[in-house]
């Protein structure tokens, strides 16, 4: 028994001192399985296909977004084109005088709710400033009521004071005329001024929307404007019935002009808002494909390095047991 176990360590010792080839082959596959269990020899590849998987969900989100907006721009589209008959009737009455010289000016910027639409929202906060600083002075007082969230986050930061109300979720529900004029009917009773300046983006195209300012005169301003001749001065021309007075007759033609031009600005941007989106959501899609596109080539490329290291080391392995 002695010799026995005296032979079986002398084995052991010689094994250990001058070790077989294929004792070490062995050794280096366990080796090459420990660290693929790891992650160590594929961590890149891993992230890349991770990578890849985030961008392909993230195109699938744009194109699904892409098709809602364009669903809900043919639906939005015919109103706002319908609607554009009721203000230039007004217009042609009552004119459009941006450049008149008033002491309480009241902004009103219209935007959405929602972001991932391009810089429409941007765009309106830049011109209601832009407004703001053309009619300020020390006998002019400038006020605003914002319509949407984005403008509010962005004219809360400098002009908090100057806020008189903020209204969101009008696109809630399917936009009509009776709730923009009920929100007119508020606004015409709790604001007081001389000019509302209307400030929204007029839909063009599905790529195109141009910021347009549409200004509403309080009766007193159109009677002070008709009086001193210029655009408003053919209101004289025209013969009163009925027994109202034209003072009354300029304070329900204002009210509802305000009413028309506010229907027809909510629509516009609605509609601009919503062909903004698809514009934006296709390029998003674009922009995932091209990422996608570079992301599959370094996946194979890193798989390739792999798959050659691994044929290396077979083959070393294999020369290193022949000879």
């Given at each position: 028994m002695a010799m026995s176990a005296l032979r079986r360590e002398g084995r052991r010792l010689t094994s250990i001192v001058s070790p077989n080839p294929i004792?070490?082959?062995?050794?280096?596959?366990?080796?090459?399985?420990?660290?693929?269990?790891?992650?160590?020899?594929?961590?890149?590849?891993?992230?890349?296909?991770?990578?890849?998987?985030?961008?392909?969900?993230?195109?699938?989100?744009?194109?699904?977004?892409?098709?809602?907006?364009?669903?809900?721009?043919?639906?939005?589209?015919?109103?706002t084109e319908n609607s554009r008959g009721l203000w230039q009737p007004f217009t042609a009455l009552l004119g459009d005088s941006p450049s008149v010289d008033v002491k309480k000016n009241v902004i009103i910027t219209i935007s959405s709710d929602k972001g991932l639409c391009g810089g429409i929202n941007t765009t309106s906060v830049k011109?209601?400033?832009?407004?703001?600083?053309?009619?300020?002075?020390?006998?002019?007082?400038t006020k605003y009521i914002i319509l949407g969230e984005k403008a509010k986050l962005q004219l809360i930061r400098d002009s908090k004071m100057d806020i008189d109300l903020c209204i969101s979720e009008l696109q809630k529900n399917p936009l009509n005329y009776t709730q923009?004029?009920?929100?007119?009917?508020d606004i015409l009773k709790n604001v007081q001024f001389d000019a509302l300046r209307i400030v929204f983006n007029k839909f063009s195209s599905v790529?195109?929307?141009?910021?347009?300012?549409?200004?509403?005169?309080?009766?007193?301003?159109?009677?002070?404007?008709?009086?001193?001749?210029?655009s408003l001065g053919e209101l004289d021309s025209y013969e009163?019935?009925?027994?109202?007075?034209?003072?009354?007759?300029?304070?329900?033609?204002?009210?509802?002009?305000?009413?028309?031009?506010?229907?027809?600005a909510v629509l516009e941007n609605a509609c601009s808002e919503q062909g903004a989106r698809m514009s934006a959501m296709d390029s998003s899609s674009r922009n995932a494909g091209e990422m996608l596109d570079r992301l599959t080539l370094t996946y194979n490329r890193t798989r390739q390095a792999s798959i050659t290291t691994e044929l290396i080391e077979i083959i070393s392995g294999a020369s290193a047991l022949e000879g």
């Open positions: 004792n070490l082959l062995r050794a280096s596959v366990v080796s090459s399985e420990e660290q693929t269990s790891l992650g160590v020899r594929y961590i890149s590849t891993q992230i890349v296909r991770n990578r890849m998987k985030s961008v392909k969900n993230i195109q699938k989100i744009t194109k699904a977004m892409k098709m809602v907006a364009a669903s809900k721009l043919r639906q939005v589209q015919s109103k011109v209601s400033r832009a407004l703001r600083k053309m009619n300020d002075g020390p006998d002019c007082e923009v004029s009920a929100l007119a009917d790529v195109s929307f141009l910021p347009t300012v549409s200004t509403v005169l309080s009766p007193q301003i159109i009677e002070r404007e008709s009086e001193a001749g210029g009163i019935e009925g027994g109202e007075t034209k003072s009354e007759i300029l304070q329900n033609l204002a009210e509802f002009q305000f009413s028309c031009v506010m229907f027809n």
